[in-house]
């Protein structure tokens, strides 16, 4: 089995270094615009061969991992130059424009659009992580769309890697995960903008800073090179989760000031059903 991954990245890499282990016939063949992260790539032995989009016609298995601004234009691309047989699958965090992008591709039966819930907030090929994957959810759109004997080989492998798989529209992917994935990166990213205009006057603040502040503020972490594009991508939807993000803030401000602590206590009470919501997701895996 040729395995090419197109964006040696977190994603990617993480993709390819459980795959190598759980088929070791494969052979990994890594394409990436980012000459360092092909050469840790290869150091690490995430990929086993530096290749170039012209040997994409060996390819059984690619796994397209890159911005998602980026995969709207190399997506067809690679579409163009897979052999008949191959399955090509991309994992990015917005699916409706990759689907339309490649909606009257000749070769739209070879594709599987997916989008892994698994992550960190690091990039690159060092940060790569065996079993990644395990448990977690992987949302495939539009699978009527790909041939069936080449979903089949995809799944095989999900399975393999360890994930539930859940189908959904692309559009409805896009709504759902602005709430669950995007605002979150939001909401975390301004948190620590607070948090670091404030800490210019007071040198103290991080002194005091605990695992709470920590844990609320590890997405703003990740990269901006992939973030910008998934908001510009995701923007109604985006917009739509902020508003009613903001207007909740607003509420709770309103209450502070008017010193309702009764109403700031069910507030809170009532959001606690998170635990459950949070155990279920769990208790599933
Ligand atoms: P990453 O760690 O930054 O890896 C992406 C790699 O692709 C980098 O090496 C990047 O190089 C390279 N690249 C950029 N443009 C390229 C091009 N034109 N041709 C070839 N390689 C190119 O990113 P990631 O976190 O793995 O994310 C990859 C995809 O997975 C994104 O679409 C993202 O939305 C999706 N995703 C991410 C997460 C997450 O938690 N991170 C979770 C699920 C899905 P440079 O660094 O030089 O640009």
Redesign the pocket.
Known sequence: MKVFV?????????MVLDIKALYPEATIYG????E???QQALELGVIDIAATMEDLHEADFVI?????N??L??LPQVLDLVGENAIVL?????KNPICKAIANHPKRRNFIAT???????????L??LRNLFRDKTNIICEVEKTAFKLQEKALEVFKSLGMRIRYMDPKSHDKHIAYV?HLSHISSFMLGKTVINKEKHEQDIFDMAGSGFESTVRLAK??P???T??FEQNKAQVLESLEEYISNLTQFRDLLVQDDYNAIYDEMTSVNKIREILNGISVKK
Do not use: C, Q, R, Y
């Open positions: 197109i964006g040696i990245g977190l994603i990617g890499g993480s394409i990436d615009n980012n360092k992260h092909l397209v991992s890159v911005p998602v980026v995969a234009g190399l991309e994992v990015g965090s917005t989008h892994p819930i698994a992550g960190t907030e690091f990039s690159g090929p940060a790569a994935s990740s990269s090179a992939m973030w594009p998934i």
